[in-house]
């Protein structure tokens, strides 16, 4: 069994920052990639950022520049940095994490989910 608890978000102005984090835990020989999705009102979930355990980053376009991801692989902790924060990316964000857990199995988990909302 695995949890993915995130913490973080909440309410913040056009311009501000905000910081997420991730953390999986339970029966975890190995943690995969980690990524950030979010999904808006009346559409479709989408992939924000995702990092191996590596260290390799991927973005979508709207987000570059301005969003930062990064892990520490000894805790299963992931992080969102959201810098420049635009009203279009309020959404409910969730984090996805992908493991091997102790029968072998590699599996994808997902975080509850957490409210962002970027308004004046």
């Known amino acids: 069994q695995v949890q993915v608890v995130e913490s973080g978000g909440g309410l913040v102005q056009p311009g501000g920052s905000l910081r997420r984090s991730c953390a999986a835990s339970?029966?975890?020989?190995?943690?995969?990639?980690m990524g950030w999705y979010r999904q808006a009102p009346g559409k479709q979930r989408e992939l924000v950022a995702t990092?191996?355990?590596?260290?390799?980053?991927t973005y979508v376009d709207s987000v570059k520049g301005r969003f930062t991801i990064s892990r520490d692989n000894a805790k299963n902790t992931a992080y969102l940095q959201m810098n420049s924060l635009k009203p279009e990316d309020t959404a409910v964000y969730y984090c996805?994490?992908?493991?091997?857990?102790?029968?072998?199995?590699?599996?994808?988990?997902w975080g509850q989910g957490t409210q962002v909302t970027v308004s004046s």
């Open positions: 996805n994490t992908v493991a091997r857990t102790n029968d072998f199995v590699i599996r994808s988990y």
């Open positions: 339970g029966s975890i020989l190995s943690v995969n990639a």
């Open positions: 990092i191996t355990s590596g260290g390799t980053t």
